[in-house]
Nanobody
Framework: QVQLVETGGGEVRPGGSLRLSCEAS?????????TGWYRRAPGKQRELVARITVEGYLDYDDNVRGRFTIARDNPNNIVYLEMNDLKPEDTGVYYC????????WGQGTQVTVSS
């Protein structure tokens, strides 16, 4: 059974930083999965924040490019999202997603950026 557990969310002031982690269990060959982070902002649909493919191709939402960095640790089945210079509009629930033949989601972690 595949399980994804996100950690690292919290409340920060604008300009602050957070590092999200997503650890996957029940998956072998984690390097064969595309991994990504999505955000559901208040009152909005879930949207892609960043994604890293099997080949290492990086894809970022335009609003986070240059501030956020996605990375993965394949031997330990972990994907990270480093978030710097956080803005109030980054507020939302962040979800980890891993995809190969099936799509798996974590439970989400809350990020709140507020002064």
């Amino acid at each position: 059974q595949v399980q994804l557990v996100e950690t690292g969310g919290g409340e920060v002031r604008p300009g602050g930083s957070l590092r999200l982690s997503c650890e996957a269990s029940g998956i072998s060959s984690f390097n064969l999965y595309t991994t990504g982070w999505y955000r559901r902002a208040p009152g909005k649909q879930r949207e892609l924040v960043a994604r890293i493919t099997v080949e290492g191709y990086l894809d970022y939402d335009d609003n986070v490019r240059g501030r956020f960095t996605i990375a993965r640790d394949n031997p330990n089945n972990i994907v990270y999202l480093e978030m710097n210079d956080l803005k109030p509009e980054d507020t939302g629930v962040y979800y980890c997603d891993v995809v190969r033949y099936s799509d798996y989601w974590g439970q989400g972690t809350q990020v709140t950026v507020s002064s």
